[in-house]
């Protein structure tokens, strides 16, 4: 019986190990903190996997989290080209990794969007010294010059913090009407998945023995 309580309680820590990641689950534009998932696709993992990881490079779920290449509610925000938003997390990210920002146009609406075009990355944060960018929340601005339409705006933090095991990829997408935009069609673009190889230095590095100042975020570079 003892034994049988001992086996219980490790499995409690084991399943407790695995819930222990984290998500980003809210949207702030204009001032405005929204509730969770109300702008932000919400993934369809059961609950004890809700800010899990995902680690498969050719899945479609490096878009925008398992089940998100659906919007299966969210609704859209209308921002202006040039506005700053904030992606908060449910817990502060404490996996050593860069996180980027990378948005995709959709055809129409991007409720009906899947994530399969091209993506351009927005921002990255990378590490400074030898620490990791490890927040609450991210803070920057949708581009002033892209056209105006609905995007998905997609981040994302690669957790490195494992070497020898699979990179962990915490992901979640918004979805966003921009207006007031400029006619800069951002580039270079690639596809997700497909924008991170398992053969870039920034996402196979061993970064407790590396030099960080030589860090380079995988995914395609920033436009200027
Ligand atoms: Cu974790």
């Known amino acids: 019986m003892k034994s049988l309580l001992h086996l219980a309680a490790a499995t409690a820590l084991a399943v407790n190990s695995v819930t222990a990641h984290y998500i980003f689950q ?3 534009a204009g001032g405005t903190k929204y509730p969770p998932w109300k702008y932000i696709r919400r993934n369809t993992n059961p609950a004890w996997l809700q800010n899990g990881p995902v680690t498969d490079l050719a899945s479609n779920d490096l878009r925008c989290n398992v089940g998100g290449g659906v919007s ?12 700053e938003f904030t992606f ?6 404490y996996h050593a990794g860069p996180v980027s920002l990378y948005m995709s146009r959709a055809p129409g609406a991007v409720a009906d969007y899947d994530g399969s075009g091209p993506w351009f990355k927005i921002y990255d944060w990378g590490p400074t010294g030898s ?19 609905e ?6 933090q690669l957790g490195l913090h494992n070497p020898g095991a699979p990179p962990q990829f915490y992901i979640s997408c918004a979805q ?5 935009g400029g006619n800069t069609t951002p ?4 596809p997700i998945p497909g924008a991170i190889k398992s053969t870039d230095p920034g996402y196979n590095i061993n970064i407790y023995n590396a030099n960080l100042n030589n860090y380079v975020v995988p995914g395609p570079r920033v436009p200027k």
């Open 151 to 156: 995007y998905l705006l997609r981040i994302q």
């Open 26 to 28: 809210q949207f702030t």
């Open 131 to 149: 620490s990791w960018p490890l927040r609450i929340s991210y803070t920057y601005n949708i581009p002033k010059c892209i056209p105006d339409g």
């Open 176 to 180: 966003v009407k921009v207006t007031n």
């Open 72 to 83: 299966n509610g969210t609704e859209t925000i209308t921002m202006k080209a040039g506005d």
């Open 88 to 93: 908060t997390l449910d817990t502060a990210v």
């Open 187 to 190: 580039s270079p673009t690639a």
